[in-house]
Nanobody, 125 residues
């Protein structure tokens, strides 16, 4: 059974940092994409970042580029999202997803096969 589990969410003030983790079990991250999405109340789910394993190529949404960094530990089948200089507009439920995703469609949620349950990130001003 494939499981994707996020952790590391919480509440911080604007300008602070958080690190999210995503552990995949029953699933190999090799030759796949692992991505982070987020969804704020009343808004659509949006792609935040993606990483291609094992090569390590990455892509980011324009709104987080330069502030967020996605990385991987292949030995642990774990992907991380380091979030710095957080803003109130980053407040959302963050989801980890995995699948054999076309690179050009990395931010299309329908491309991903496996999803975690989400972890809440709240940034106060």
């Amino acid at each position: 059974k494939v499981q994707v589990v996020e952790s590391g969410g919480g509440s911080v003030q604007a300008g602070g940092s958080l690190r999210l983790s995503c552990a995949a079990s029953g699933y190999t991250t090799l030759n796949n994409r692992m991505g982070w999405f987020r969804q704020a109340p009343g808004k659509e789910r949006e792609g935040v970042a993606v990483i291609y394993t094992p090569g390590g190529s990455t892509n980011y949404a324009a709104s987080v580029k330069g502030r967020f960094t996605i990385s991987q530990d292949n030995a642990k089948n774990t992907v991380y999202l380091q979030m710095n200089s957080l803003k109130p507009e980053d407040t959302a439920m963050y989801y980890c997803a995995a699948g054999r995703v076309r690179w050009s469609s990395w931010n299309d949620a329908n491309e991903y096969s496996y999803w975690g349950q989400g972890t809440q990130v709240t940034v106060s001003s």
